[in-house]
């Protein structure tokens, strides 16, 4: 499980199964959050070789940088890990708003660097797109901030595709995240194509569908009260029994090679060629090591199509 991959056109180097922390200080995305859980669960992570950290402003807010931070500088590991945030949602009397301005962009680099406790962020994102800023003037100022060496890598997340063309005007976006997963494909035909030819790597986001893509449900499950799954269509009715008989399709495959549900479901992702890297949530460091049992798994062209047919 020793495997890296380059994203990209970037000198960013990982391992393909990296982590997603919006449950590391994300109180205002889950319930019942537990932060030293939280941060015993990005070194255990990082103890175990992942190695490659997403988290962002809004993720708490704010606090989800500072627990990675806080973990991977007592860990003495900053040159050993890549650490990606992002950056767009403005508090505006009680409402969210987006800001892509560069001047906002800056300082939001600036910001996450202290809450970060780092000098450089490996990737950066404008997190999702605002209703005014030209995209390439929103890139030209990551642009400069890679320049001087704050961030190595640009990336953008939400945009529409004509949005993505027009922050890459100038053939500087490296890393587009978008929500992509079985359920909700629409990136295949929107997004693929212009990111491969672009080498644009396409970072997919809500993999496993908040674990309704891991097998971990059935028709008797509910969630508690605050929690995001109670908003998600997946989850509803008619749609969520649905998607439940879709998993026990993938199940039947998984039993058959003796792995997990989730371990096939992210393998399928690595498969395709405009996925370098994923990143999966968790909530406990034996979440995070059972994703990196992925690494173990190959996927052949016919279980490939026969998975892919399933969620058409």
């Known amino acids: 499980m020793n495997q890296k991959v380059k994203i990209a056109n970037t000198d960013l180097v990982v ?17 019942n959050l537990d932060d030293q859980q939280g ?4 070194r255990d992570a990082i103890n175990h070789g992942v190695d490659f950290l997403d988290t962002a402003f809004i993720y708490g807010p704010r606090y989800s940088e500072e627990l990675v931070g806080k973990v991977v500088k007592g860990m003495g ?13 403005v508090f505006d009397n009680g409402e969210v708003k987006m800001n892509n301005s560069p001047a906002f962009l800056k300082q939001s680099v600036d910001d996450a660097l202290q809450r970060l406790q780092t000098d450089y962020i490996d990737l950066f994102y404008i997190h999702s797109p605002d209703e005014h800023t030209p995209k390439d003037e929103a890139v030209g100022a990551l642009k400069e901030l890679k320049d001087a060496g704050k961030i190595r890598a640009i990336g953008v997340s939400n945009f529409s595709i004509d949005q993505l063309k027009e922050a890459n005007k100038d053939g500087y976006v490296d890393v587009y995240q978008g929500l992509y997963n079985l359920i909700q494909r629409e990136a295949e035909q929107a997004f693929f194509d212009y990111t491969k030819k672009q080498q644009i790597s396409f ?22 009260e605050g929690d995001l799954r109670n908003n998600q269509a997946h989850f509803q009715g008619q749609a969520f029994r649905d998607n439940l008989a879709k998993v026990e399709q993938l199940r039947e495959i998984a039993n058959q090679k003796q792995i997990q549900v989730a371990h096939l479901v992210l393998a399928w992702y690595l498969a395709h060629d405009a996925i370098d890297v994923i990143i999966p949530g968790a909530k406990n460091g034996a979440q995070v090591q059972s994703n990196l049992h992925t690494l173990d798994v190959s996927i052949s062209d016919v279980q490939f199509n026969k998975i892919s047919h399933i969620f058409s």
Do not use: C, E, Q, W
């Open 15 to 31: 391992n393909p199964i990296g982590l997603g922390t919006n449950a590391v200080g994300g109180h205002n995305l889950y319930p």
């Open 39 to 42: 941060m015993d669960m990005v």
């Open 77 to 89: 590991k900053r040159h050993d890990v890549v650490i990606a945030t992002k950056a767009a949602h």
């Open 203 to 224: 970072v997919p986001f809500f993999p496993l569908v908040s674990g309704l893509l891991a097998g971990k449900y059935d028709v008797s499950t509910t969630f508690p």
